[in-house]
């Protein structure tokens, strides 16, 4: 069974004025997206892609140029479409001189909950990011990492359906980084929906169901992660000992083979090659050592999105460079 659509994007554009004499900024072009129920959906892009102005829209800090979205069905526009959304901001500061509890306290009170409310849900959502034992500390005391889950608990504090998480680990240590992921696991396994930003492509890797990027306000791609390149299957084989001979006959047969020190890296369109590589080396009686499938990550293909975006862009300009010079 496929979970239900509870995000819809639909076409969303957004420029931003660059005061008087310059061009617009075009931050979002054309982007189309759906997030599904209880789904960990994972937005990719360098710095300025688009990301914060895309979760901005959704939450209706800002409203598109063109274009719709809704959560739950509701346009977001509409403040319905909020009733049931966490959110924790890029960089939010909390002020230092409040304890954990304090703080829960004084968004609850803005989110207008009752105060036995605040009071029994902070304490739940403390427990919910592992911070129980702190929540009477001075938040100057916490750690960046215990920062950013008392920025989970707050964003948990209303109970939501869906959460919206601004680059949640940024500038959090790997264990602290390790506790944010496990605790986005859990919420996932009690049915939340969650929308993280995020440039660490690692992270999103891991815990994400879906990964859509963006680059310079457009979607280059959408898919689950493991779908989201065709990559053909590489393989390391090192061998015992190859002669120069032994390497000449492989490059003939194999072209596509990179052969050093021993190693032989091999791509193919289909994974019966393998076989007769080893079978091809057997019978030259060269005997193998190791075969290891070489594991592309999210973040090479990542790499290999935007530059591809960046250098089809560059070939644009200066084809629209020359056709401008030839009619000059
Ligand atoms: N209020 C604004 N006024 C003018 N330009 C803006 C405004 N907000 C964002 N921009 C521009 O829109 C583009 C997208 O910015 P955005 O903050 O959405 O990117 P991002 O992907 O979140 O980047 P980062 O990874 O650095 O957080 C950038 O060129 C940015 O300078
Ligand atoms: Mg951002």
């Known amino acids: 069974m496929t979970n ?22 075009k931050a979002l072009t054309d982007v189309s997206l759906e997030i599904s129920s209880g789904d960990i959906f994972g937005l990719l892009g360098p710095n300025g892609a688009g990301k914060t102005t895309l979760v901005k829209i959704l939450l209706g800090a800002l409203s598109p140029s063109s274009g719709f979205a809704s959560i739950n069905n509701f346009d977001v526009a509409d403040s319905r479409a909020r009733n049931r959304v966490g959110f924790l901001p890029e960089n939010h500061r909390f002020p230092e001189y409040q304890t954990g509890l304090q703080m829960l306290s004084f968004y609850g009170g803005l989110s207008g909950m009752s105060s036995s409310d605040i009071k029994s849900k902070s304490t739940e959502v403390l427990r919910l990011v592992d911070m129980a034992k702190w929540g009477d500390t001075d938040s100057k005391k916490y750690t960046k990492g215990m920062m950013q889950r008392l920025g989970l608990a707050q964003a948990l504090l209303n109970d939501p359906e869906i959460i919206f998480l601004d680059e949640p680990t940024d500038g959090v240590d790997p264990i602290g980084r390790r506790e944010i992921r496990d605790i986005l696991k859990s919420l996932k396994s009690r049915g939340k929906t969650i929308f993280l930003n995020s440039h660490l492509l690692a992270e999103v890797e891991s815990i994400c169901d879906k990964v859509a990027i963006l680059n310079n306000g457009i979607l280059i791609k959408v898919g689950p992660v493991e779908g989201l390149t065709t990559i053909k299957p590489t393989y390391d084989v090192t061998c015992t000992e190859l002669t120069d001979e032994n390497i000449s006959a492989i490059k003939e047969k194999f072209q596509f083979a990179t052969i050093t020190d021993n190693k032989i890296e091999i791509s193919f369109d289909n994974e019966e090659k393998i076989n007769q590589l080893i079978d091809f080396l057997r019978s030259s009686s060269i005997s193998i050592n190791s075969i290891i499938p070489v594991k592309i990550s999210l973040e090479d293909s990542f790499m290999d999105l935007i530059k591809g975006d960046r250098a089809a862009a560059t070939d644009q300009a200066a084809a629209a460079n020359d056709a401008e010079a030839q009619n000059e």
């Open 4 to 25: 239900q659509t509870i995000i819809k994007i639909d076409n969303i554009s957004k420029s931003f004025r660059r005061g008087f004499s310059g061009n617009d900024i």
